[in-house]
């Protein structure tokens, strides 16, 4: 698999980064501000913020960070966290984002995928999923909301080739099960999800250690980092350089970030 991508995730809560496990139990860690452009100098190849209390108070809070951040920082971004309609994305691109993740939205109406995609164009729309082991762990997992809080009866994997078919980008997958354990990825999760699907798919929950990225790799097109990141277990650096075939981790840049990169003025 090419062009395999290293993503520092940071999950936001106001102003704070903060760290949850399973979703749930948040400890703060500090500016997002600060700990996004320490990634970003580090050599992760995107960044993923994701309001985390969005859905609950009606709207996303990160254009402030997303402006600050993306003034110094030369690499896509991602913003995810109570994304509803087009008005919402129009203001999120405005402030800087590259591509934006939607998640109740989606699932609630999914026309909303078509229309976005047709907009942006798909490559800028990505939908997250949040996926919960069901039926006593026996290859069944739910779509989840709400940062994991709230049941959707909807199926992964159908869920996962209809926005697919609806015009997504890109599919983040997050295993509510593995996210802040450290113990690696949901490597079933990822195996039963990924051979049917033509888009790229970003795998988050459970990176520990560089071993556990060489495992995601095999099957995912990228891996969101936070907890090994956030508690300095390991830099980007380090889970690049200890990863097996480290050469073809890549640092994309969509053409406009190229032009600013060259001249940061413009």
Sequence with gaps: MSLFRLIARLDIKGDKLIKPIHLEGLRVIGDPHLHAVEYANQGA???????????????????????????????????????????DVSRL???????????????????????????????AIVVSIEAKRINGGKGDWECYTNNGREKTGKGVLSWSYEVQKL??????????????????????????????????????GGIGNPHHVTEARQYADAVAVADVLHYKRFTIEELKCLMPCNEEVINPLSPQQQISQQDPLT
């Design 45 to 87: 190849d995107e960044l993923l913020f994701m309001d985390t209390v969005a859905t609950l108070y009606g709207r996303n809070q990160l254009t402030d960070l997303l402006e600050r951040t993306t003034e110094g920082v030369f690499i896509p971004v991602t913003v995810g966290g109570g994304i509803k309609s087009l008005g």
């Design 167 to 204: 015009g997504a980008g890109e599919i983040l997958l997050t295993s509510i099960d593995c996210e802040g354990t450290r113990k690696g990825v949901d490597l079933a999760l990822i195996k039963a999800i990924g051979p049917d699907l033509d888009i790229p798919v970003v795998i988050s």
């Design 93 to 123: 691109f405005r402030s800087g984002a590259d591509k934006i993740a939607i998640n109740t939205a989606a699932l609630h109406k999914p026309i909303l995928i078509k229309e976005l995609s047709d907009k942006y164009g798909g490559q």
